[in-house]
C-alpha cells in the first residue's frame, strides 16, 4: 500500500476561539489516520500488542501549517511511507480539504516499532514489512 487517505470532518471542539483548527487537533487527526492505515491493511493495534507483543511509537514528529481548516471542513488525511528500516518508519502524512489539491498541514513522522513488554526496539513484523515496502 503506497498511500493511504483517510476522511475527517472538522467538528466545532476541534476550533480554537479563532474559529479555526487548533494546532494540536492536527496531530489526532493524523493519529486516526495511521492507525486506520494498519486496519486497511489487517492490522489491529491491540492485537499486535496481545499476538506480537509488539506495537507503534513516535519517535519524533516534524509539522508545517500552511493553511486553516475551519468548522465543519471535510478534510483527508494521508498516510504515506517514505523511509522503511528494520526497527522505524518515516511517514509523511498531509492533511488537505477534501476534493481540494493545496496541502493545510504536512507531517514527518518517524515510527518505531517496539516490544510491547520491554518497550526495548524490535523489528518490525515481517507481514507488516511485506505490505508496506516502497
Given at each position: 500500500?503506497?498511500?493511504?487517505?483517510?476522511?475527517v470532518r472538522?467538528y466545532?471542539e476541534?476550533?480554537?476561539?479563532?474559529g479555526?483548527?487548533?494546532?494540536a487537533n492536527y496531530l489526532?487527526?493524523?493519529e486516526?489516520?495511521?492507525?486506520?492505515w494498519?486496519?486497511?491493511m489487517?492490522?489491529?493495534?491491540?492485537e499486535?500488542?496481545?499476538?506480537?507483543?509488539?506495537l507503534?511509537?513516535?519517535?519524533?514528529?516534524?509539522?508545517?501549517?500552511?493553511?486553516p481548516?475551519?468548522?465543519?471542513?471535510s478534510l483527508?488525511v494521508?498516510v504515506?511511507?517514505i523511509?522503511?528500516r528494520?526497527?522505524?518508519?518515516?511517514?509523511?502524512?498531509?492533511i488537505?480539504?477534501?476534493?481540494?489539491?493545496?496541502?493545510?498541514?504536512?507531517g514527518k513522522?518517524?515510527?518505531?516499532?517496539l516490544?510491547a513488554?520491554?518497550?526495548?526496539p524490535?523489528p518490525i513484523?515481517t507481514?507488516?514489512q511485506?505490505?508496506?515496502?516502497l
Amino acid at each position: 500500500m503506497t498511500e493511504f487517505a483517510w476522511p475527517v470532518r472538522v467538528y466545532y471542539e476541534d476550533t480554537d476561539a479563532g474559529g479555526v483548527v487548533y494546532h494540536a487537533n492536527y496531530l489526532h487527526f493524523m493519529e486516526r489516520a495511521r492507525t486506520e492505515w494498519l486496519r486497511a491493511m489487517g492490522f489491529e493495534q491491540d492485537e499486535l500488542k496481545s499476538q506480537m507483543d509488539v506495537l507503534f511509537a513516535v519517535r519524533s514528529m516534524n509539522l508545517e501549517y500552511y493553511s486553516p481548516a475551519r468548522f465543519n471542513d471535510s478534510l483527508m488525511v494521508t498516510v504515506k511511507i517514505i523511509n522503511l528500516r528494520g526497527a522505524s518508519m518515516m511517514l509523511e502524512q498531509d492533511i488537505k480539504k477534501e476534493n481540494e489539491s493545496g496541502v493545510l498541514c504536512q507531517g514527518k513522522v518517524r515510527i518505531v516499532c517496539l516490544t510491547a513488554s520491554s518497550f526495548r526496539p524490535c523489528p518490525i513484523p515481517t507481514q507488516i514489512q511485506q505490505l508496506v515496502k516502497l
